[in-house]
């Protein structure tokens, strides 16, 4: 059985799995690797470049090289092959426990409890929840929706589909290490460059897909595309501002403005400012119902392009093979006339 049809089934295994599970509440196979880079960071931390340089190396080079050597153990056998395509999926694609963190605070913030919303945004993103009202709270999540259905859902997915297991393993790593080191506190200005760098970088193809499919299944396809082209450079994070634009033009809300992390405030851009609308709480489900919408999307074209992807390959092989053959029958020696 072809090795792209395999990755496809344990791709929408895996992704199935995640809807239907979620994550599990221990033992989480991202937590464990977290604790592995905290313990390299715990050797090798100066206030220098490359030292976070090598720390982001080891740690992602680990990651991939172990997915790498499990997807070898399991070549010769088709259904142990989709078992741990499956189940790399489910480990690193985190969908469903965004969507519910998002869902639970929405439904605190439709009930008017801001205090339960405020207690639980943490668990969502890193705004400092004191100095946000009702709206302010809203708008944080449908801002985390957006950023986190390409970071959590769409790159995994992207880079499954173009290096299979390690591929998969390899983005989650890149990302998880950015979260962890690559802020810019005064311990992580410089050991965190590398790490926020290289999750630019694969972060890039994610982000883009994930704002073209957010047009594609929102409300507002025009409006999407027209936030997208309008604000998305203005975002201070590469792959966030075309994520958040399209969002926002999806639903048809403002995203951006004066933010405050851990005690610092930031004034971002305002995304969709001409033609959106200020989020409110029921804004939360319809920005969970689009990610999830976004998310079996991502895997329907990421899986086609890498089916597209092997026949453009096989023909272009088979096309070389023939030329070839084609050439060294006209250059056989001629026997010799008597």
Not at 254 to 273: F, I, M
């Amino acid at each position: 059985m072809r090795a792209d049809r395999l990755y496809a089934y344990g791709a929408a295994t895996g992704l199935l799995g995640d809807l239907l599970l979620g994550d599990p509440r221990r033992g989480h196979p991202v937590a464990a690797f977290g604790r592995a880079a905290g313990a390299v960071e715990r050797l090798l931390w100066r206030d220098h470049r490359g030292r976070g340089a090598l720390h982001a190396v080891v740690c992602a080079g680990g990651a991939v090289a172990l997915g790498a050597a499990a997807e070898r153990a399991v070549r010769r056998s088709p259904a142990a092959t989709v078992a741990l395509v499956s189940a790399a999926t489910w480990a690193v694609v985190g969908g469903s426990s965004l969507v519910r963190e998002a869902r639970t605070i929405g439904r605190a913030l439709e009930a008017g409890d801001v205090d339960a919303a405020r207690e639980r945004l943490p668990h969502l993103c890193g705004r400092d929840p004191q100095a946000l009202d009702a709206d302010g709270i809203a708008r944080a999540v449908v801002e985390s929706v957006a950023e986190n259905t390409s970071d959590a859902v769409v790159g995994a997915l992207v880079w499954g589909a173009v290096g299979g297991v390690p591929g998969l393993v390899g983005f989650r790593a890149v990302n998880t290490l950015d979260a962890m080191v690559g802020h810019r506190s005064p311990r992580y200005l410089r050991y965190g460059w590398a790490a926020a760098r290289l999750d630019d970088v694969a972060g890039w193809p994610g982000a883009r897909l994930t704002a073209v499919l957010a047009a594609v299944a929102g409300d507002d396809p025009r409006g999407a595309v027209r936030a997208w082209r309008a604000d998305a450079d203005r975002h201070p994070s590469p792959n966030a501002g075309p994520v958040e634009a399209s969002f926002a033009g999806a639903l048809g809300v403002r995203l951006g403005g004066t933010l405050s992390y851990g005690g610092r405030v930031e004034h971002r851009p305002v995304l969709n400012g001409a033609a959106g609308r200020p989020v409110v709480a029921r804004d939360i489900e319809r920005a969970a119902r689009l990610s999830r919408r976004v998310g079996l999307l991502a895997l329907g074209v990421t899986v086609t392009a890498r089916f597209a992807a092997t026949h453009l390959l096989a023909g272009t092989r088979r096309i070389h093979g023939h030329h070839s053959n084609h050439s060294n029958r006209g250059n056989q020696p001629k026997g010799r006339t008597t």
